[in-house]
T-cell receptor, first 112, second 115 residues
Framework: KQEVTQIPAALSVPEGENLVLNCSFT??????LQWFRQDPGKGLTSLLL?????REQTSGRLNASLDKSSGRSTLYIAASQPGDSATYLC???????????FGKGNQVVVIP | SAVISQKPSRDICQRGTSLTIQCQVD?????MFWYRQQPGQSLTLIAT?????????ESGFVIDKFPISRPNLTFSTLTVSNMSPEDSSIYLC????????????FGQGTRLTVV
């Protein structure tokens, strides 16, 4: 069974600092990995999708890396802003049927 | 991307009753899924909604409790039956355009409270 762990569970940083969020998974036989953002009481917004053959993906201030062999992914958010405050979820695609296994999330607070 | 409309956005229900949640997508998609997010927990897959056939349920979830319909490629419903307070969760609809390794998109969720 695929298990996904996200560390740290919660963190607070002052505005302008870079954020580093970690995701680990137990089974390296994944199809891809996706990072999401979730605001309180809301649904999920897709941030980045990394295919199993890729090492990283970038979108604006966001950069996600993938080391499949070691079962790790890292989400970097550069120059954090108060609007980045949210919970960030990592999900791995378990099989070719698009079923996702999620971590519990990194709850981020950016202090103005 | 895909625009997903989920209704209702929230509801408070009496125990023993049922609630049907609707998920409408702005374009045809191959894959539709229903997830549950219990308070303080991450998302757990309930089932894959199959167009024109019975849904495929994950371990721990059964059709009698969570009947699912998918009459076409843009619409699905999830019913939470005979509710108890333990069913209080956020229920989320998710879609993927194809069955290959494509991006997943989520609706805004339905926040259900059972009293």
């Amino acid at each position: 069974k695929q298990e996904v762990t996200q560390i740290p569970a919660a963190l607070s940083v002052p505005e302008g600092e870079n954020l580093v969020l970690n995701c680990s998974f137990t089974d390296s036989a994944i199809y891809n990995l996706q990072w999401f953002r979730q605001d309180p009481g809301k649904g999920l917004t897709s941030l980045l999708l990394i295919q199993s053959s890729q090492r990283e993906q970038t979108s604006g201030r966001l950069n996600a890396s993938l080391d499949k062999s070691s079962g790790r992914s890292t989400l970097y958010i550069a120059a954090s802003q108060p609007g980045d405050s949210a919970t960030y979820l990592c999900a791995v695609r378990r099989d070719g049927n698009n079923r996702l296994a999620f971590g519990k999330g990194n709850q981020v607070v950016v202090i103005p | 991307s895909a625009v997903i409309s989920q209704k209702p956005s929230r509801d408070i229900c009496q125990r023993g009753t049922s609630l049907t949640i609707q998920c409408q997508v702005d374009s045809q998609v191959t894959m539709m899924f229903w997830y549950r997010q219990q308070p303080g927990q991450s998302l757990t897959l309930i089932a894959t909604a199959n167009q024109g056939s019975e849904a495929t349920y994950e371990s721990g979830f059964v059709i009698d409790k969570f009947p699912i319909s998918r009459p076409n490629l843009t619409f699905s419903t999830l019913t939470v039956s005979n509710m108890s307070p333990e069913d209080s969760s956020i229920y989320l609809c998710s879609v993927a355009r194809t069955s290959r390794n494509t991006e997943a998109f989520f609706g805004q969720g339905t926040r259900l409270t059972v009293v």
